[in-house]
């Protein structure tokens, strides 16, 4: 979601006089947002920050997630977050070193994503979320947790 990957490799100097070139840390901040329903399919949303939003019944369908925070986010089916019981879901998406912290993922489905060094250790009923498919490469569960997973076959640092 940031310019260069918006325009592609066509956009080049000279920039209009007006645009400042920049790089930020983050290039999306979802914090505290309610994007309900919404769709991000087949985004990059790499560094984005979803942290304390509301996202019941989102898609994040084949979306690069690296480095994304959730801390605290509402996945849905909570009484202040689509209390219609529409749960987020991250189908075939790559959750590299994605942070879960603080999230209740119960009923979320990870289906067929990549986690690598994905970070679920302080999430809550990790147990209770779909991993169908799923592969993992370094990822960090809570010591409680039953998940295994398949090895990742193309593994990032």
């Not at 999430?123 to 592969?135: S, T, Y």
Request: hydrophobic share 35%; net charge negative; charged share 25%.
């Amino acid at each position: 979601m940031g310019d260069s990957q918006a325009y592609g490799n066509h956009w080049k100097d000279p920039f209009p006089d007006d645009y400042e070139v920049s790089s930020w840390r983050y290039v999306v901040d979802f914090t505290s947002a309610q994007p309900i329903d919404a769709g991000f399919d087949n985004t990059y949303v790499g560094g984005g920050i979803f942290d304390n939003s509301c996202l019941g019944g989102t898609r994040f369908w084949k979306s690069d997630l690296s480095r994304a925070s959730f801390k605290n986010a509402h996945l849905g089916r909570a009484e202040t977050c689509d209390p219609n019981g529409r749960k987020a879901h991250f189908f075939e998406s790559k959750l590299l070193r994605t942070d879960f912290e603080g999230v209740d993922v119960a009923g979320v489905s990870f289906e067929r994503a990549h986690l690598i060094k994905a970070r679920f250790a302080k999430a809550l009923n990790v147990d209770k979320a779909n991993f169908a498919g799923a592969c993992n490469s370094g990822s960090e569960f809570p010591p409680s947790s039953q998940t295994r997973l398949a090895q990742c076959p193309d593994s990032d640092p």
